[in-house]
């Protein structure tokens, strides 16, 4: 017999009833059932004592109220008898309720700002989903050669100052920096190559010496941002109550072009071991498309959808892609497909362990644009 069973024979015992044999051997051994009689015991108790303690009180005495008022008042002041246990549980109860209400405010408070930074001559883009307080590090928007110019960075630092339902609060320093073409006269200007400075330089300078342009933007529009040193960037974003599971921009679709290649927050894992995750957004089509990561102490990656020297062929199916690097088992997962066409899809992974996360700041980061053996050639001087 369990306590749940012997339950209305408690009750019955404590009345003067005659119960069976098993349900009085049940409440005789079991030290919750004779509590609960002991509860009866001392509630009867109770009565009797308040009882015989009050007054005696003829009909004359009471004040002429309606039945129903006085019925309400003594509701209201009368001592009301529970067990201990239901107090206690109600005791939790209280406390959990106000748990939940403090979580509820905290959610409604913390909203979500995602954004998309992108330039006119737009070779790629980048973004990312923050909540208020994010203090955001160097981004190259582009790498352009605009007008037959030489080649230049664009590149943005975002702070997100406060996020409000129709209105976010943004520091914003953005600038040019040139990219050197090294050379001599006795080798010809197909070997030359391009010194462009690391992200921590960039950093450094742009503290250094960029202003931090305050803007109030409403959630929708376009944000124009002028770049020191000459061009534009355009953000756009929108105000979210929770962290969304996909960007759902143009720039990160659900179906990408067959030259498109997205990575939409990804996160890299070898060997059941992350990497790392959170690094932002890019995306790159046209010509040579590629996305880059930089993972700490790892070095960097690249994701390419043409074969080049030193890349391994890499399997992409929708939002991951799976590679093999060193007799490591990699995989890439993204909250978007990678890139579009026929599932699986053959797309390629360049490796470079001795690019150290440093040099861009020591924390991982990611880029996107064309031409990636330029970018190689880069690192590898």
């Known amino acids: 017999m369990t306590c749940q069973e012997a339950q209305p024979f408690v009750s019955a015992l404590h009345d003067g009833q005659t119960v069976s044999m098993e349900a009085a051997e049940h409440i005789g051994d079991c030290s919750t059932c004779k509590e609960r009689l002991r509860e009866y015991a001392q509630m009867s108790e109770e009565l009797r004592l308040l009882a015989s303690a009050g007054p005696e009180v003829t009909p004359a005495s009471l004040p002429a109220l309606p039945a129903r008022a006085c019925r309400w008042t003594h509701t209201l002041t009368a001592r009301v008898l529970v067990p201990r246990f239901a107090l206690g549980l109600g005791v939790l109860l209280i406390a959990a309720l106000s748990l939940s209400l403090g979580v509820m405010r905290a959610q409604v408070g913390s909203l979500w700002f995602q954004f998309n930074v992108t330039s006119p001559e737009r070779n790629g883009s980048w973004g990312n989903e923050v909540q208020a307080g994010y203090r955001g590090k160097v981004a190259v928007v582009s790498r352009d050669r605009p007008s037959g110019g030489a080649k230049d960075l664009l590149a943005s630092i975002i702070n997100v100052d406060e996020v409000e339902s129709r209105l976010v609060r943004l520091s914003v320093r953005a600038r040019r920096f040139g990219v050197a073409l090294l050379g001599s006269p006795e080798r010809p200007m197909q070997e030359s190559h391009e010194v462009r400075p690391t992200f921590k330089e960039m950093e450094r300078e742009m ?15 376009e944000l124009e941002i002028p770049v020191e040193g000459g061009g534009k960037l355009l953000l756009t974003g929108r105000v979210l109550e929770r962290r969304a599971n996909s960007w759902g921009r143009e720039d990160y679709p659900l179906d990408p072009k067959v030259d498109q290649i997205v990575l939409n927050e990804p996160a890299l894992v070898r060997d059941n071991q992350l990497l790392v995750k959170g690094v932002g957004s890019a995306s790159a089509y046209g010509g040579d498309p590629y996305v880059a990561v930089l993972v700490p102490k790892e070095g960097l990656f690249g994701f390419l959808l043409k074969p080049i020297d030193g890349a391994v062929e ?34 390629w992974v360049y490796h470079d362990p001795n690019y150290q996360p440093s040099k861009a700041g020591g924390i991982g980061s990611i880029g996107s644009g064309n031409d990636f053996l330029k970018l190689i050639r880069n690192i590898e001087k």
């Open 207 to 221: 503290l250094a010496t960029t202003t931090p342009r305050q803007y109030e933007y409403i959630p929708g529009q």
């Open 314 to 347: 890499a399997e992409a199916e929708y939002g991951q892609v799976r590679f093999k690097l060193g007799g490591h088992d990699y995989v890439l997962f993204a909250a978007t497909p990678v890139t579009g066409g026929p599932q699986p899809r053959g797309i």
